[in-house]
T-cell receptor, first 111, second 115 residues
């Protein structure tokens, strides 16, 4: 059974600081997603990572994928309050369309 | 980006009644849609995969007769919570996948409260 573990689950940081969220998954997968969810809202797609060594950046967020280590990271650079949200690492089980979610990392950026 | 519309966004109902939630792909066709459930401060759990023109595929532990899914067209899937009880209160989210983009787009979610 595919499992996705995120670390940390809760993150409180100061504006302007950097931090990394880690995501480990237990079995081989062909793609890795990062989604953002604001309180009471649905999910917004941030990144899709499809191959080993993939790195994607959007604004202050950068995601990477190491398929050999079964590890993805979401790096936050110079955090701002608007980044406060819950971030989900999501993957699929070999060839399946079914998404398997991590528990999410609740990020709070303090002024 | 692609838009998935989910309606209603919130519903409050009495115990024993049935509630229908609609999920529409507005600018693309979706042969497959997905229904998730999210408890407060928890992650999303896949309930079922909705296939256009055929029966839905339910995940283990999800009652088929309780959560009726219909996917009658390429742009619409519905989830009906039958004889709702307070323990069915939750946030229900649908998604639809664009094959070419390898991305699932999510609806805004429906918060169901059963009194």
């Amino acid at each position: 059974e595919l499992k996705v573990e995120q670390n940390p689950l809760f993150l409180s940081m100061q504006e302007g600081k950097n931090y990394t969220i880690y995501c480990n998954y237990s079995t081989t997968s062909d793609r890795l997603y990062w989604y953002r969810q604001d309180p009471g809202k649905s999910l917004e797609s941030l990144f899709v990572l499809l191959s080993n060594g993939a790195v994607k950046q959007e604004g202050r967020l950068m995601a990477s994928l190491d398929t050999k280590a079964r590890l993805s990271t979401l790096h936050i650079t110079a955090a701002v309050h608007d980044l406060s949200a819950t971030y989900f690492c999501v993957t699929t089980q070999g060839g399946s369309e079914k998404l398997v979610f991590g528990k999410g990392t609740k990020l709070t950026v303090n002024p | 980006g692609a838009v998935v519309s989910q309606h209603p966004s919130r519903v409050i109902c009495k115990s024993g009644t049935s509630v229908k939630i609609e999920c529409r792909s507005l600018d693309f066709q979706a042969t497959t849609m997905f229904w998730y459930r999210q408890f407060p401060k928890q992650s999303l759990m896949l309930m079922a995969t909705s296939n256009e023109g055929s029966k839905a595929t339910y995940e283990q532990g999800v009652e088929k007769d309780k959560f009726l899914i219909n996917h009658a067209s390429l742009t619409l899937s519905t989830l009906t919570v039958t004889s709702a009880h307070p323990e069915d209160s939750s946030f229900y989210i649908c998604s639809a996948r664009i094959l070419a983009k390898n991305i699932q787009y999510f609806g805004a979610g429906t918060r169901l409260s059963v009194l």
